[in-house]
């Protein structure tokens, strides 16, 4: 590629101008913006969704949403508000801090140092987060 911009940047630009194409209200939309539109599901929701309803025996929803925090892990910055949402869902479903910070660590020699460092930023946040709502 000869050209130096840089290419998420350009596609962020483009999609941002199609969204207020639809809608002009749309024109400052942001991916934080649309994760405090999400909120945390109830542990037996996400037992359902996630957990081994459908697949007797099989995956707890706490090991697949380890599973998925390891994936996003890899995916480093771009996955901000997708770790965050994890975590908060890891959070509810009883995951310890000690599993948590665990499958990120576990990730690093995969996903980089970086990516690591960011995820581990993420759980600190939605961590004190919990501890301020708590109070």
């Given at each position: 590629m000869?050209?130096?911009?840089?290419?998420?940047?350009?596609?962020?630009?483009?999609?941002?101008?199609?969204?207020?194409?639809?809608?002009?209200?749309?024109?400052s939309?942001?991916?934080?913006?649309?994760?405090?539109?999400?909120?945390?599901m109830?542990?037996?929701?996400?037992?359902?969704f996630?957990?081994?309803?459908?697949?007797?025996?099989?995956?707890?929803?706490?090991?697949?949403?380890?599973?998925?925090?390891?994936?996003?892990?890899?995916?480093?910055a771009?996955?901000?508000?997708?770790?965050?949402?994890?975590?908060?869902?890891?959070?509810?479903?009883?995951?310890?801090?000690?599993?948590?910070?665990?499958?990120?660590?576990?990730?690093?020699?995969?996903?980089?140092?970086?990516?690591?460092?960011?995820?581990?930023?993420?759980?600190?946040?939605?961590?004190?987060?919990?501890?301020?709502?708590?109070?």
């Amino acid at each position: 590629m000869s050209d130096s911009k840089n290419p998420y940047q350009a596609m962020f630009a483009q999609y941002q101008e199609m969204a207020k194409a639809f809608n002009p209200a749309l024109e400052s939309f942001t991916p934080k913006g649309f994760e405090a539109l999400w909120p945390t599901m109830p542990k037996d929701v996400m037992e359902m969704f996630f957990g081994n309803t459908i697949n007797q025996g099989g995956l707890d929803a706490k090991t697949r949403l380890l599973l998925t925090l390891g994936a996003l892990t890899m995916l480093g910055a771009q996955a901000d508000s997708q770790i965050r949402l994890t975590i908060r869902h890891l959070i509810e479903v009883e995951a310890t801090k000690q599993e948590i910070v665990e499958t990120i660590g576990q990730m690093s020699m995969f996903a980089g140092i970086p990516a690591t460092t960011r995820a581990m930023e993420i759980v600190q946040e939605v961590l004190a987060e919990k501890e301020g709502s708590d109070t």
